[in-house]
């Protein structure tokens, strides 16, 4: 019976072509399955996904096996050689670069709404002062939904493109504000003399009663970090923010949903895990023995830092934040020995048979942590850092989905719970 379903389904894809085969720009072609379950009464099973396009989308390409990552067709090493995090965040909203009247248009607009609403600054005095800032940020981007509910009609694109430029305006100031709470120190203000970088610096390491100069160097790498971070396509988060726009809900509890679901370590969180890695290990001469140990199936160590899902050769963002780490460090005169267990790490792991036949390769996560250190980020605000980038990229999704008509994404299962079974008759 399985096997008639199956040659069915194979025939179908094959023969008369009911199942059709769509093929992209670049990257694999999909077989579309939507009629498969009324046609054939069978669902597909991929848990994980590995194998689901879930969507088209037009934003950002990766080709994992040669280490490719594309924002609207444009390489991520050229954008983070030449292009700065606002012009890179319009590219993936509006899909082209914009000339110089568009630019200062749209830094204008971001300038308008990088503020946030006296009566929300209140809402930090409710957490803990040891909150996580990522727990702080949940709560607070949601609470964005109580008051621009009113007036956000997601059908109108005025409307929509408004809302997505509120959320990449204020997410400085609600990134910053989760950590100067945490410190007790009085939040700053958005200078609109600076750029977007700059302006989240000093509103995060200013203090209000001193004059507070932003390093050039250090804004640069972290405008760097920012468009590196900025989009990744259907990645959890993303797909968080696109199940949860599927429904209609109010964008700025969807980018609340997304921001949940980055703040796990086997996604927004594995530089700091790389970090403890590194300082676990501590010096040079114990790197071959934490090699052995990440090979050994008896244990459960690995290589925080190294493989990826989709990557299976270099992620291109590990090269341009190698780079940036040593620029900083160098910079501010710091001599980190984590910079060198790190370099001779990648080193050894990437001329060993097991990490060569298995692919694993440095990911993005396995430089930025130094790099944010040395900066002086606290490491829980590494995944802060990170929701503030990807914000460009999950109002890209979010507006690109409002422009589909597929209705609410709904799941299958394939259920292994009891049968039909009857409540006990009382005796
Ligand atoms: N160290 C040692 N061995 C590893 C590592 C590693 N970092 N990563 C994978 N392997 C091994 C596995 O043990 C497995 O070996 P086997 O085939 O002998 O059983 C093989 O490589 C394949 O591993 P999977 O876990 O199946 O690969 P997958 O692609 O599903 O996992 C993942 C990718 C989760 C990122 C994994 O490489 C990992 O755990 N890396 C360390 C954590 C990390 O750096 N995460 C950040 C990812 S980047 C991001 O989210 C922005």
């Not at 996904?49 to 989308?57: G, H, P």
Request: hydrophobic share 40%.
């Amino acid at each position: 019976m399985t096997l008639k379903y199956i040659n069915a389904v194979i025939s179908d894809v094959s023969n008369d072509n009911s199942l059709p085969v769509l093929d992209g720009n670049l990257g694999p072609s999909a077989v579309d399955i939507q009629t498969l379950y009324s046609r054939h009464s069978l669902l597909a099973f991929d848990p994980g996904f590995r194998s689901t396009a879930s969507c088209k989308s037009a934003i950002t390409f990766v080709d994992g096996d040669n280490g490719v990552l594309l924002y609207r067709g444009y390489p991520i090493e050229e954008l983070a050689d030449s292009s700065n995090f606002i012009e890179v965040a319009y590219l993936l909203m509006r899909g082209e670069l914009p000339d110089a009247k568009s630019l200062k248009e749209f830094q204008d607009l971001l300038h308008q709404h990088n503020l946030l609403h006296e009566q929300i600054m209140t809402f930090y005095r409710g957490f803990r002062r040891d909150a996580h800032p990522m727990a702080i940020m949940v709560g607070v981007v949601g609470a964005l939904s109580a008051f621009y509910h009113d007036v956000m009609d997601i059908s109108d694109a005025d409307s929509r493109y408004l809302a997505a430029v509120r959320l990449i305006g204020k997410m400085p100031m609600i990134a910053a504000a989760s950590y100067t709470y945490s410190i007790g120190r009085p939040q700053r203000y958005p200078n609109n003399k600076l750029d977007y970088a700059s302006n989240f610096l000093q509103m995060m390491f200013g203090s209000p009663v001193m004059e507070y100069t932003v390093d050039p160097v250090l804004a640069r790498a972290f405008d760097v970090i920012l468009i590196l971070h900025a989009d990744h396509e259907q990645n959890a988060s993303t797909s968080t923010v696109r199940l949860a726009a599927s429904s209609g809900a109010n964008p700025f509890a969807c980018i609340a949903a997304g921001i949940a679901s980055l703040w796990g370590p086997a996604h927004g969180g594995a530089n700091e895990a790389v970090l403890k890695m590194l300082n676990d290990i501590g010096t040079v001469e114990n790197i071959p023995k934490a090699v052995t140990r990440a090979k050994d199936k008896n244990d459960s160590f690995r290589l925080m830092g190294f493989g990826h899902r989709i990557y299976k050769n270099f992620d291109p963002r590990s090269r341009v934040i190698q780079e940036q780490a040593k620029k900083v460090l160098a910079h501010l005169g710091k001599d980190d020995p984590m910079l060198e267990i790190a370099i001779r790490l990648e080193e050894i792991a990437i001329k060993d048979e097991y990490f060569i036949e298995r692919k694993l390769y440095p990911n993005v996560d396995f430089y930025s942590g130094i790099m944010l250190r040395a900066m002086g980020f606290p490491v829980n605000m590494f995944t802060a850092v990170f929701a503030l980038a990807r914000t460009a990229g999950w109002v890209s999704h979010w507006l690109e989905l409002q422009e589909e008509s597929h209705g609410i994404d709904r799941p299958r299962q394939l259920y292994v719970g009891k049968p039909l079974r009857h409540y006990p008759a009382k005796k």
